[in-house]
Every structure is written in structure tokens, then in C-alpha cells.
């Protein structure tokens, strides 16, 4: 039974369906773009014209007879809102009344003064309000709040002149409000928003680290003796991670393994305080208003629209750029009711640093909350927020800001728990620059630095609490480098010899490269990281072979140097386990792909330049088995094992170059004829030794051995082979 095919009508093509789903998605995403572009303009033209509710709107309203509906401007008599059992309140009448006179809303032709008016309460009737009862108290009005009562109610006031017989009156209304703090409201939205900022800060630094790709990773391995560039390299690396406790961290690692001095650590650690200060920029952008449709728009694009990688990359550090400005929004609703609590009030006011002092106070706060939360920047989210609300002054937020700086060393100083003398010296200096840098910025707070940030924040247009925070913080790190630049030669030094070295101490932990002590949660400091402990492997590598060399000069008679090579091979078996756990860990947090790349061939290449230790040592122990038994090797078989050593030790140090360098193509081409030549010539040598063996009356173990050793020669090039392949992966040379 034949079964019949179902055919597509010929207006109806294939296909259709899939296109009308394309379609139907674009038109659903751009209704969505669209509004909530229109959602965030309204949001910014609310925020940027100043314009309040409509209930704000009545604050004052007045008529007469000549301009009805007239709008008082709202300071004159502005809304009264007050938190729940609040005291007598007494509103001031006299400055209106003053207003009334001299604008001439009772004619043009009246002259009259505050005294002449009299006051009539037409609203709320009887005085007798839902939330309070007020009454007229000569020219104050009082408020009498209601034990209990939460609401709003509007007052409407008449003013008449006295003697007018009510033909000139005016009337002036505004609303009187008791609320109740929700402080579980409260604290889970600036919970919540703080918690927005932070992942924000998290997204954007993975999408502009993706972004930078190898770019990034080849800067943080630049470190040079240089000190300026080291202040470029901390300065690009911490702007790219948006972390200067990272790359606090990640110099701290490299000089425990020896990959960095200490001096290249310094420079690298300023670099790193100027780098953070980029942070605070972003954060004073006043778009908190598009941050919702940014990370929107960013997500649609992520969801529907990422095919490649790259749109992807993008996507993401706009999602976390807009999640950034919708959390500091977020943080903004959820602190601003603390305004109007008097016990908050209170308490800012109490640590207002309006003295030397309380500027004092405001440096710890700061350095107690960064030290708490780890991390400046969601300090500085807090105390520009605090500012917007009016909470809090220029003069104690910048002291809170200097205090951060204090407080953000405490990661650096946990992760030299157990580390070598080198990397506390790193933590230490880290922690006295920061310190002596507050300490000299407080003695000369009120009479030098905080005029002088003013002056540069009026220049730069900065009028506002916090551009003027911003400018504190970049001021107070670019004098520092300034002061502290010339002085690494002689600090490094203070340090060196006041944090004494390790010799002699047992040490404290099993590991080698330190590794498991600074896993960082920036997987790409944590690649290039480990990726300095396989090239280390590398010349690991080549020094083992460079020993069996020179013990092949003395005919293995060297006891200290056969012990030295023996004790290469075991350090070698160690890195490689600790780099591949290392990386193992890492990869738990999302890799961009020419990370997971640069990973996967980081973990081949640590398993091969292990392997290859292992073969060399199989060499030695073979050459000092013979030695023992009182044999050796046929003289040709001794320079032909020469020959193939310096073979082995040119592919190697060639690769090693090449890995160094991040050369990866046609690595595989050339070692693959290279590996043709030496397995060519390995047979030949086999050959030559079967034909000769016999005549020359070898002693059987001899015949073994040599057997055994140009197998092992054989392999070490299958594993340099190995190298080059893995070095040659898709996206490792990105």
C-alpha cells in the first residue's frame, strides 16, 4: 500500500509557518522596545523637568479677581508630611501672607500689609480632618495629629483683607499627610536593588572582558619593571573587570608563584585604586531613568537575537550597564521614605562631618562597610543614593568614599592568609597606600582637599553631590600615585626588609603554585593566571632536559644534580595536578568560548609537559640503572641519545617561544615533519644497533635498555606533537 503524500498548495510555500513565527516575534519585540523606550522617557522627562505628582502639583493654589487659579510657587507653602504620631506641628503663615501683599493679589490698586489679613480655614470643614484637625493660631496655622491615623487630607485657607466685606480674598490650599514606615518594604527593596547593581556590575564586566577576549589576557600577562606601565596594566585591567579586589587578588598570585616582583606588583596595585575610580563615573550618569529599558532592550537581544557570540558579548554588558542604573533606581525608591523618618534624620545628622572628627566617623563607616560587603562600588551606589535623597552632604559622603578605600584592601589581606612572604609584602603595601592616603587627605580635609575638589567639580560642570563624590575619589587616587610613584624603589624595600622572607620556615601548605589560595571569580584573571604555570611547566621542562645533558657529560657521576632533576620531576607531577584542578574549579563559573578554548589547551598542554618529565626521568633512571650494574651504552648509541636530546630540547624551546608569544598556526605542519626526521633517523639508529649488536657481544641488559630508551624518544616527540596540536585548537589564537 503506497502512502500518499500530503502537498503544499502552491500559494502557500514551505516555509511559511517558521517565517510567520519570525515575524510575529520581531513585531512582539519591537511593541515591546517601543514601550518601554516610552516608559523611560517619561520616567527621564519626569526626573529632568522637576515636575512632581499632581497631588504635589495643588501644593498652593490662590484666586482673586483678577487671575483665578493663579499658582503659588510651592515654597511658600509647601506640603506637610510627617511620619506616624508625630508632634504638634505649626505651619508659618506670615511668609505667604508677605507674598500675597507684595505680588498684589488682591488688585493693583490695594495696597495692604500682613497685618491687615485675616485667615479662615475653608478646608477641611470645622478644622476637623481624617488624619488631623487644624486650627488658626494668630498667623501660624496648627496641626494636631491623630493618634493612629494614616492618610491625606487638604487644607484650604482663605485669606481677606480686613474691612473688605470678603470682595478681596485668596485662597492658598496644600495637602498634610501621616504615613507609617514600611521598613520591611523598605529594606527588601534596597535589598533588592543593591542586589541589582551588584549582579549588574557582574554582567557588564563578563560581556566587556568577552568583549576585550585576548586582548585583555595578553595585557594582564604584560608586566614589565616599568612602573608606568604597570599603572597602565592595573589601570586597563580593573576598568575592563570593573574590580580592583581581582586584580588586587590575581598580583598577589602571581607574585606568590614568583611570576611578578614586587615592585611590578606595585605599580600594577595603584594602577588598579585609578582603575576603580571609573566605576564611580558610570554611576553618576543621571540615565537611572532608561536603565529599565536599556536592560530590556538588552535582553530581547539576548534571548531572540544572539546567534553569534560576539552579539551575545554585547548583549550582555548592555544588560548589566542597564541593570546597573535600574538597581541604583531600585536602591533610590527603597531609601528614599528614610528622608522622612525621624530617627534616620537623626542619626545622619549625627555623623554629618561637619568637624574633624565626624569626618573621622564617616572614614571608618566607609571602611567598615566596604570591609563588610567587599566592595567599593556598591559603597559609592549607596552614598550617591543617600546624596539624591538629601540624606546626606558632599562632606561626609566623600569622608565615607575615602573610607572605602580603606575597606576594599581587606580582600587582598584575607587572600595572603597562608601565602609566601612576597605576596604579604603585596597585601601590606596595598594596605599602607590606601591608609597613608586617607590619613594625609583627612589632616588637610576642610582647609585643602574638599575646597579643592569643589573648585574642580564647578569647573567641570559637577554640581551635584554625586559628581562631586566621583571627583573626590579620582582626586584622592591621582594624588596618591602621584606621591607614591617615585617612592616604590624605597617602599619596596621598607617592605622587603621589615615582612621577612620564608627560608627556613616550614611551609604552610602542600601547594606549589599557590593556585588553590586565589581562585578569583573572574575566570579570565583565573586563565591567564594558570596559564602562567604552564609555561612555567615549559621551562620546567627544558632545565630537566638541560640536567640530563650535563649529566651525560660526567657519565651520571653528579649525586646533587641526579637528586635536583628527580626533585624537577615531582615538582613537575604536583603543578600539573594543582593547574588542572585549578582549572576545573574555574570552569564552573560561564566561559566565553576562546576561554574555554585557552582552558582546554591549558589543561592538554600541563598533561603533556608532565608526560614529557616523566620520559626524561625514565632516561635517567635507565642511564643510572646501567651505571649501577657497571654497563653503559655503546659509544654510538651515546651520541645518537646526544643528538636526540638537543632535538628534543630545540622542539621544546621553540614551542615554548611560540606558546609565550601566542603563536598558534602552523604549529602542527612543522612539527609533524620534524616528528617524520627524528622517528626516521630513530629507526635507522634501531637498525644499525640490531646489525651490530651480535658482533660487538652487547651484554643482554644493554640491548634492553637501548631499546627501551629509543622508544622514549620516540614518544617524548609524539607528546612535543601532542603540544603543537593543542596549542593549534580553534579559538586558542583569538
Known amino acids: ?136 493660631d494668630g498667623d501660624a496655622l496648627k496641626v494636631r495629629w491623630k493618634e493612629d491615623a494614616i492618610g491625606k487630607t487638604k487644607v484650604l485657607l482663605e485669606a481677606s483683607v480686613k474691612g473688605s466685606e470678603g470682595s478681596q480674598v485668596a485662597h492658598v490650599s496644600f495637602n498634610i499627610e501621616s504615613w507609617a514606615p514600611d521598613y520591611l518594604k523598605m529594606a527588601v527593596t534596597i535589598l533588592g536593588g543593591l542586589g541589582l547593581f551588584l549582579l549588574g556590575m557582574k554582567f557588564m564586566s563578563d560581556g566587556l572582558t568577552s568583549i576585550a577576549g585576548s586582548r585583555l589576557r595578553r595585557l594582564i600577562s604584560w608586566f614589565t619593571s616599568n612602573r608606568f606601565m604597570g599603572v597602565l596594566v592595573g589601570i586597563v585591567a580593573t576598568v575592563a573587570v570593573q574590580s580592583s579586589s581581582a586584580i588586587s587578588v590575581m598580583t598577589l598570585g602571581f607574585v606568590n608563584s614568583g611570576l611578578m616582583t614586587l615592585r611590578q606588583a606595585m605599580g600594577v596595585i595603584i594602577g588598579a585604586n585609578i582603575g576603580t575610580t571609573f566605576t564611580g563615573w558610570i554611576l553618576v550618569i543621571n540615565i537611572t531613568a532608561l536603565g529599565l529599558p536599556i536592560l530590556g532592550v538588552a535582553a530581547l537581544v539576548l534571548v531572540f537575537f544572539s546567534k553569534t557570540e560576539r552579539v551575545r558579548n554585547y548583549a550582555m554588558f548592555a544588560l548589566g550597564f542597564g541593570m546597573i542604573f535600574f538597581g541604583l533606581e531600585t536602591l533610590k525608591d527603597g531609601m528614599s521614605p528614610l528622608s522622612d523618618v525621624p530617627e534616620f534624620t537623626a542619626l545622619m545628622q549625627s555623623v554629618q562631618a561637619n568637624t574633624f572628627a565626624n569626618a573621622g566617623k564617616c572614614i571608618l563607616i566607609g571602611t567598615l562597610i566596604t570591609a563588610l560587603i567587599q566592595s567599593s562600588a556598591a559603597t559609592f551606589a549607596i552614598v550617591i543614593t543617600l546624596g539624591a535623597i538629601g540624606s546626606i552632604d558632599l562632606n561626609s559622603g566623600a569622608a565615607i568614599v575615602l573610607g572605602s578605600n580603606i575597606g576594599t584592601t581587606i580582600t587582598a589581606l584575607l587572600a595572603a592568609i597562608g601565602a609566601n612572604s612576597r605576596a604579604r609584602q603585596v597585601a601590606y603595601f596595598h594596605t599602607f597606600f590606601n591608609i597613608v592616603g586617607v590619613l594625609w587627605v583627612w589632616a588637610v580635609y576642610f582647609n585643602f582637599f574638599m575646597p579643592l575638589v569643589n573648585n574642580i567639580g564647578d569647573s567641570l560642570g559637577m554640581v551635584t553631590v554625586s559628581g562631586k563624590i566621583a571627583v573626590t575619589h579620582t582626586l584622592f587616587n591621582s594624588v596618591n600615585m602621584v606621591v607614591f610613584l617615585p617612592l616604590i624603589g624605597p617602599l619596596s624595600r621598607m617592605f622587603e626588609r621589615f615582612v621577612k622572607d620564608d627560608k627556613g620556615k616550614p611551609r604552610k601548605t602542600e601547594s606549589i603554585t599557590g593556585l588553590d589560595q586565589f581562585v578569583t571569580r573572574e575566570p579570565v584573571i583565573g586563565i591567564e593566571r594558570s596559564r602562567k604555570e604552564v609555561h612555567r611547566m615549559f621551562l620546567d621542562c627544558v632545565w630537566l632536559g638541560e640536567c640530563i645533558k650535563e649529566l651525560r657529560k660526567v657519565d651520571f657521576d653528579d649525586s646533587p644534580l641526579v637528586e635536583e632533576a628527580f626533585t624537577m620531576e615531582r615538582k613537575l607531577d604536583v603543578v600539573q595536578n594543582e593547574t588542572v584542578d585549578f582549572i576545573s574549579r574555574l570552569s564552573v563559573r560561564s566561559f566565553s568560548s576562546d576561554l574555554a578554548a585557552s582552558a582546554r589547551e591549558q589543561v592538554r598542554l600541563a598533561e603533556e609537559l608532565e608526560s614529557i618529565s616523566d620520559y626524561l626521568t625514565d632516561l635517567l633512571k635507565s642511564n643510572l640503572k646501567l651505571k649501577n650494574e657497571e654497563l653503559e651504552l655503546p659509544e654510538t648509541m651515546k651520541e645518537k641519545s646526544n643528538e636526540f636530546l638537543a632535538d628534543v630540547l630545540k622542539t621544546l624551546g621553540w614551542l615554548e617561544k611560540n606558546f609565550q608569544q601566542r603563536k598558534h598556526t602552523h604549529l602542527v605542519s612543522i612539527i609533524s615533519t620534524w616528528r617524520n626526521e627524528f622517528v626516521g633517523r630513530i629507526k635507522e639508529t634501531r637498525d644499525l644497533f640490531i646489525h651490530t649488536m651480535f658482533d660487538e657481544k652487547n651484554d643482554p641488559r644493554v640491548i634492553v635498555s637501548v631499546n627501551h630508551q629509543l622508544n622514549v624518544w620516540r614518544r617524548i616527540y609524539e607528546h612535543l606533537l601532542n603540544i603543537a596540536e593543542a596549542m593549534e585548537l580553534p579559538g586558542v589564537h583569538k
Do not use: H
Not at 501683599?101 to 470643614?125: A, S
Open 1 to 136: 500500500m503506497k502512502t500518499k503524500k500530503t502537498s503544499v498548495p502552491a500559494d502557500r510555500p514551505q516555509g511559511d509557518d517558521s517565517k510567520n513565527v519570525i515575524r510575529k516575534r520581531m513585531i512582539l519585540t519591537s511593541a515591546i522596545v517601543l514601550a518601554l523606550f516610552a516608559l523611560g522617557a517619561a520616567g527621564l522627562n519626569k526626573s529632568g523637568t522637576g515636575q512632581e505628582s499632581p497631588e504635589a502639583e495643588e501644593t498652593a493654589e490662590v484666586q482673586n479677581g483678577a487671575s483665578v487659579g493663579a499658582t503659588i510657587p510651592a515654597n511658600w507653602l509647601p506640603n506637610l508630611r510627617v511620619p506616624e504620631g508625630a508632634p504638634e506641628t505649626r505651619v508659618d503663615l506670615v511668609g505667604t501672607a508677605r507674598q500675597f501683599c507684595e505680588q498684589n493679589y488682591f488688585g493693583d490698586d490695594v495696597v495692604v500689609t500682613p497685618d491687615q489679613l485675616e485667615w479662615t480655614i475653608k478646608l477641611p470643614e470645622g478644622g476637623i480632618g481624617s488624619v488631623a484637625d487644624v486650627e488658626l
